[in-house]
């Protein structure tokens, strides 16, 4: 936080009730060093202090916090506007960092997004947008929906613009270099090529000068600043030398135009932020699909008795909602009367619906099934579960990438030092060179910018990615980025939701045991499961497929039990043992001891009987997947430690764990929690891969270091994930710490070759030869040398398609 010296700062305090309180705290702020004067103020809750260093007031806060009382503070995540590279990030950090009242910030460049905390007593969003605004760039302020839609909006716009501007670049840098390559004594072939470079240089490439100018005016540099020298500088000369070539023919030197340069320099760097923008992605559809699981409208019950459909804005707390079949719940509330099942695997991951009664919670974003009901709404808008899921994903999502990409850390220090020898170089010349030494001089110091374009470095890391994402989609691998390739051939240790996971996701019927098996028996259960409203009606219905259903008489279903009906008189029960008892319906030995044996392997038991004897017993159980085992064991064998975290009971866990041979396992365990466990295991100090399929793992896979989601589940869990396993199969995730070696072998080797190239490329352009054999390199085959480097990485790249 910026501050002047002696300039007071205010901490709202909380929990600071006493003298004594306000004696522990004084005490606590006198240690902390940098804090220049402190006063407790005890009736205005807060604390009043005079620091001398930026870092104090943070360090004054967790003192506070240490303590054991609190300091009142907003954290916020806003989208930034108008970033082009990672520096521009770390000034924008910077900027928020040293504005007033701001406690911490931290900018992430891959998801274009500030994640900062700040004193509300002292600042807004207003001032921090003013702030950002200052340094040239903005901060979106809108509401949470709203703001979804508009960021999607900017990104395809974005990427739609960079597109067109791309071929533009391509197709008009084309004619000049084949006239500067192969026919440069054509006539008006100099004037040809200034006109066509003319648009790539002013327009096409008209943001690379204007970031270059805003980074100028703080006095720090970037890419931009790099490429607009070279090809301003580029196109200037040769727009001097086309107008005024007498002014090098009477100095008995040739008047070269070096238009290719230019426009070949612009069309590559834009050629290489699509390849980048088109790996990054659409961070923000996640949060916009979460968004979407909720209704727009409700139909309340109004004091008059009658149902008014009611935008969800509108919905306040004590709300009357009637939800009917087949409706999302709008937001979290207690139901007042009826009864349904509902489906809550978006927040559980469980497959199987929950029978929601008088007085049971129910959750926004959860799908009531075939019944109706009325519920009070308890929690609306931001306190609903649905909003703090989606609050937990952003958060996660807006924190700082654990490696950040290796070329933008080179960036930072490439660029002025490139720019520093440009200048060393022209200086050299001017005073070593003789009667032509500003002349050579000026060629010398824009060839050394020009061969130093940074191009190869652009597209180092986007076409390894890209070729890399190309290998693993073959394999049936989804990968969106090069910060979890980095960090997937490190994983120690990989947390497995159950559901959907390493079993099915759906509920099956694994085994059946008829006492007396014929047509007829098999088409009653079949007709009196279809009627059913039971979620695992469908399993048995979906098991009998291949049988005939019949008309039954006098269906009943018995809500929590089962269902009943008539056949020629004989009355048959489908339902659990509740059902048969209440019936005094009698069970055969052999068919308990299966049931009993079932049971025992957490499978769920339904009965079949007619109005004296069970007839049937079915087992109905999520089915681990055929290739989940060995999967387990192969990954095992590479070292990495395995848990299995479940929403599903103990004994269930339990079973499942037995049968795949993980030790690790938690059961019951909530989605927040997921997120908490995968934050445990980097505390100490692992490398944490996340793999699941729901909505409810969306904020675990958004925490974990590597995140990785089941292509056969929620649309959402493949947003978040960085990794996505398009048939499911856990076999793959090795292939995808393999395939992830390779792709990171290859963007190192790129950066290696795209360094060795600028290491020999530029003394030579500097003129390190001249002395020694007269040689001095033509900005225009520097302009060659330059396309070439490019092409070395792209064709370096492409040899990761043959890697096994």
């Known amino acids: 936080m910026a501050t002047n010296k002696k300039k007071p700062i205010y901490l709202p305090l909380e929990d600071v009730d006493s003298e004594h309180c306000a004696l522990i705290v004084d005490k606590g702020l006198a240690q902390v060093k940098g804090i220049d004067t402190h006063k407790i103020e005890l009736n205005n809750h807060r604390a009043k202090i005079t620091v001398n260093e930026t870092e104090t007031l943070s360090a004054a806060i967790k003192a506070i916090q240490g303590l054991g009382y609190g300091v009142t503070t907003i954290k916020q995540s806003f989208p930034v506007l108008n970033m082009t590279c990672a520096s521009c990030a770390i000034s924008t950090e910077s900027g928020v960092k040293y504005a007033e009242g701001v406690v911490n910030a931290s900018v992430n460049f891959a998801t274009a997004r500030l994640s900062v905390e700040y004193l509300p007593n002292m600042t807004d969003p207003l001032a921090l947008q003013k702030a950002v605004q200052s340094i040239g760039f903005d901060l979106l302020l809108e509401d949470e929906s709203k703001e979804q839609e508009t960021l999607e909006g900017i990104h395809e716009k974005k990427f739609r613009t960079l597109k067109l501007k791309t071929i533009w670049a391509v197709l008009l840098a084309l004619p000049v270099v084949i006239i500067g390559m192969f026919f440069m004594d054509m006539p008006y072939g100099n004037e040809i090529m200034w006109f066509f470079t003319t648009p790539v240089v002013l327009w096409l490439g008209k943001d690379f000068f204007i970031n270059a100018w805003k980074q100028a005016k703080h006095r720090s540099a970037n890419m931009d600043t790099l490429v607009a020298l070279s090809t301003g500088i580029a196109y200037i000369f040769s727009v001097f030398n086309m107008v005024a070539p007498d002014f090098w023919n009477n100095r008995g030197l040739e008047a070269h135009v070096y238009f290719e340069a230019a426009a070949v320099i612009i069309a590559f760097i834009l050629l290489g932020k699509l390849l980048e923008e088109k790996a990054k992605g659409n961070t923000s559809s996640a949060i916009k699909k979460l968004m979407g699981l909720q209704p727009k409208t409700v139909t309340i019950i109004q004091s008059d008795g009658t149902e008014k459909r009611t935008p969800i804005e509108e919905v306040n707390a004590g709300d009357v909602i009637v939800v009917k079949p087949g409706e999302k719940i709008a937001v979290d509330g207690i139901v007042k009367s009826g009864n349904s099942y509902v489906d809550e695997s978006m927040l559980s991951g469980e497959p199987i619906p929950v029978l929601k009664t008088e007085k049971e919670k129910v959750f926004a974003g959860t799908i009531n099934q075939k019944g109706s009901f009325q519920f009070t709404a308890k929690k609306v808008g931001k306190e609903t579960m649905l909003a703090q899921i989606i609050k937990m994903v952003q958060d996660a999502q807006g924190s700082k990438a654990p490696v950040q990409k290796l070329v933008d850390k080179i960036a930072g220090i490439f660029v002025p030092v490139v720019i520093s020898i440009a200048i060393v170089t022209f200086t050299l010349w001017v005073i070593l060179g003789g009667e032509s030494g500003v002349v050579q001089g000026l060629l010398a110091a824009v ?118 009906a008539a056949y020629n008189n004989v009355t048959y029960l489908v339902g659990n043992a509740k059902l048969l008892a209440e019936n005094k319906i009698s069970i055969a030995n052999e068919l308990q001891l299966h049931a009993d044996k079932w049971s025992e392997q957490s499978k769920t038991v339904i009965w079949f009987a007619d109005n004296t004897h069970a007839l049937a017993a079915l087992a109905i159980s999520d089915k681990i997947k055929e290739t989940s085992i060995a999967a387990i064991k192969q990954l095992q064998k590479m070292g990495i430690e395995l848990y299995m975290l479940t929403g599903d009971n103990e004994a269930t866990a339990k079973a499942i764990a037995q049968q795949t041979g993980i030790t690790n396992y938690k059961a019951e365990v909530l989605p927040q929690h997921k997120a908490d466990f995968v934050k445990k295991l980097q505390q100490q100090g692992k490398v944490v891969a996340m793999v699941g399929d729901g909505i409810n793992d969306s904020t675990a896979l958004a925490t974990a270091d590597v995140s990785i989601a089941m292509g056969k589940g929620s649309d959402i869990a493949m947003d978040v994930a960085k990794m996505t396993i398009i048939s499911s199969d856990l076999s793959k995730i090795s292939q995808a710490i393999r395939l992830s070696k390779h792709t990171v072998a290859t963007i190192k080797q790129n950066l290696f070759w795209a360094f060795i190239y600028n290491l020999i490329g530029i003394p030579i352009a500097a003129g390190i030869l001249f002395p020694i054999n007269g040689f001095l390199l033509n900005p225009m085959i520097a302009g060659a040398a330059m396309a070439l480097s490019s092409v070395s990485v792209v064709s370096n790249s492409l040899r990761l398609k043959w890697k096994k």
């Open 447 to 564: 060839t050394v910018l020009v061969i130093a374009c940074p191009c190869a470095l652009g597209l180092a890391t986007p076409t390894a990615i890209m070729v890399g994402v190309g290998k693993g989609a073959e394999n049936g691998i989804l990968i969106k980025d090069a910060e979890s390739l980095e960090l997937a051939k490190k994983v120690s240790a990989i947390v497995l939701d159950k559901t959907g996971t390493i079993t099915e996701g759906r509920p099956q019927v694994t085994d059946i045991k008829w006492v007396q098996e014929d047509d007829t028996t098999k088409q009653i259960l079949l007709s009196l499961e279809k009627h059913s409203e039971h979620p695992l009606a469908e399993a048995v219905v979906k098991h009998l497929k291949d049988t005939t259903a019949i008309t039954l008489n006098n269906f009943e279903s018995i809500t929590g039990k089962g269902a009943k």
